[in-house]
C-alpha cells in the first residue's frame, strides 16, 4: 500500500522560511515530488528529489532521505503570493503519482 | 511556453448521462494521465496512458471509465453513466518520454458536476 503524511495546515510570517514536512511508505520508490496549488487551480510542478540530499531551486529547497522515508520542503523569504497548498507526491515504481492529501500554508504579514 | 489544456472547464450532467471530457497533452509528451481531486481532499491517480493503451490504472477507474486518443493530439476520459460521487475537479497531465524528465504537467482541470 501507499501512505504520504502531510501536516494539514501551516501558518508562517510573509518574509520568513517554513519547513514543510512528508513522510511516506511506498511499496516502490522512483522520486518524490512536490507541488503546489492554490486554490480551484492545476497542482504546479516546484522540484523532484531522486536521490538523497538538497535540491535548491530559487527560494524553493527539496530534501529527501530515503532511508527514512522522509522529504522536506523549504520556503525561504515567503511572500503572500506563497499561500497554497503544497503536494508531496511519489512515484512508486509504476508510472503514476501517488499524492498526499497536502499543506494549506497561509502566509501572513 | 508549452501547456497541458482541457475542456469544458465545467461540466454539469445529470446522473446517468455519459460525459467526456477533453484535453491537449503537449505536444512532445508521450505518456497521459488522468487524476480526480473531489472537493477539499487528495489529488487520486485514476489512470495511465501510453502508447496507445492503459499502462496502469486504479480502483476507481472501473468500466464506467475509458479513455481514448482518437487523433494525434486529444486524450480524452469518458465515464459512460455517471453517479454523484464522480463530482470531482478532473485533471489530464502529461510528461516526456521515458528517459527524460520525471515531472508530470498538469491542465487547469475540469470542473465536473453531477446532480
Known amino acids: 500500500g501507499q501512505n504520504i503524511d502531510q501536516p494539514t495546515e501551516m501558518t508562517a510570517t510573509e518574509g520568513a522560511i517554513v519547513q514543510i514536512n512528508c513522510t511516506y511508505q511506498?511499496?516502490?520508490?522512483?522520486?518524490l515530488f512536490w507541488y503546489q496549488q492554490h486554490a480551484g487551480e492545476a497542482p504546479t510542478f516546484l522540484s523532484y528529489n531522486v536521490l538523497d540530499g538538497l535540491e535548491e531551486k530559487g527560494r524553493f529547497s527539496s530534501f529527501l532521505s530515503r532511508s527514512k522515508g522522509y522529504s522536506y520542503l523549504l520556503l525561504k523569504e515567503l511572500q503572500m503570493k506563497d499561500s497554497a497548498s503544497y503536494l508531496c507526491a511519489v512515484y512508486s515504481g509504476a508510472n503514476n503519482l501517488f499524492f498526499g492529501t497536502g499543506t494549506r500554508l497561509t502566509v501572513i504579514p | 511556453e508549452p501547456e497541458v489544456t482541457q475542456t469544458p472547464s465545467h461540466q454539469v450532467t445529470q446522473m446517468g448521462q455519459e460525459v467526456i471530457l477533453r484535453c491537449v497533452p503537449i505536444s512532445n509528451h508521450l505518456y497521459f494521465y488522468w487524476y480526480r481531486q473531489i472537493l477539499g481532499q487528495k489529488v487520486e491517480f485514476l489512470v495511465s496512458?501510453?502508447?496507445?493503451?492503459?499502462?496502469?490504472k486504479s480502483e476507481i477507474f472501473d468500466d464506467q471509465f475509458s479513455v481514448e486518443r482518437p487523433d494525434g493530439s486529444n486524450f480524452t476520459l469518458k465515464i459512460r453513466s455517471t453517479k454523484l460521487e464522480d463530482s470531482a475537479m478532473y485533471f489530464c497531465?502529461?510528461?516526456?518520454?521515458?528517459?527524460?524528465?520525471?515531472?508530470?504537467?498538469f491542465g487547469p482541470g475540469t470542473r465536473l458536476t453531477v446532480t
Open positions: 496512458f501510453y502508447n496507445n493503451e492503459i499502462s496502469e
Open positions: 497531465a502529461s510528461r516526456a518520454d521515458r528517459g527524460g524528465p520525471y515531472e508530470q504537467y
Open positions: 511506498t511499496s516502490g520508490f522512483n522520486g
